[in-house]
């Protein structure tokens, strides 16, 4: 069974940094791709950036282009998110989410979820 665990939200104000770290299990040569979903208050989940777990390739949604970095790490099983210069718009609960096969990163291209992490910034 696919499990992947979230960590690293939190609190912190405008314009400060966090990472984000998602632990997959198994294999992680075994996944296709690990995303990084965001989900605002009351809007849709939508990703925000994804890494093609044997090549590397990145992929990132404009708003977060320049500020946000994936990254992996295969020998740990994670898959990180640094998140730079951080805005109150920012806020909201990010989720890792895997799939095994080409696809986009998008939400309907990733069947398996973790259970997400709230990330506030706020003053």
């Known amino acids: 069974q696919v499990q992947l665990v979230e960590s690293g939200g939190g609190l912190v104000q405008p314009g400060g940094s966090l990472r984000l770290s998602c632990v997959v299990s198994g294999d992680p040569l075994d996944y296709h791709a690990i995303g990084w979903f965001f989900q605002a208050p009351g809007k849709q989940r939508e990703g925000i950036s994804c890494?093609?777990?044997?090549?590397?390739?990145?992929y990132y949604r404009d708003y977060v282009r320049g500020r946000f970095t994936i990254s992996r790490d295969i020998a740990k099983n994670t898959v990180y998110l640094e998140m730079n210069s951080l805005k109150p718009e920012d806020t909201g609960v990010y989720y890792c989410a895997a799939r095994f096969v080409y696809g986009l990163c998008v939400r309907a291209d990733f069947p398996s979820w973790g259970q997400g992490t709230q990330v506030t910034v706020s003053s």
């Open positions: 890494i093609n777990m044997k090549d590397g390739i990145e």
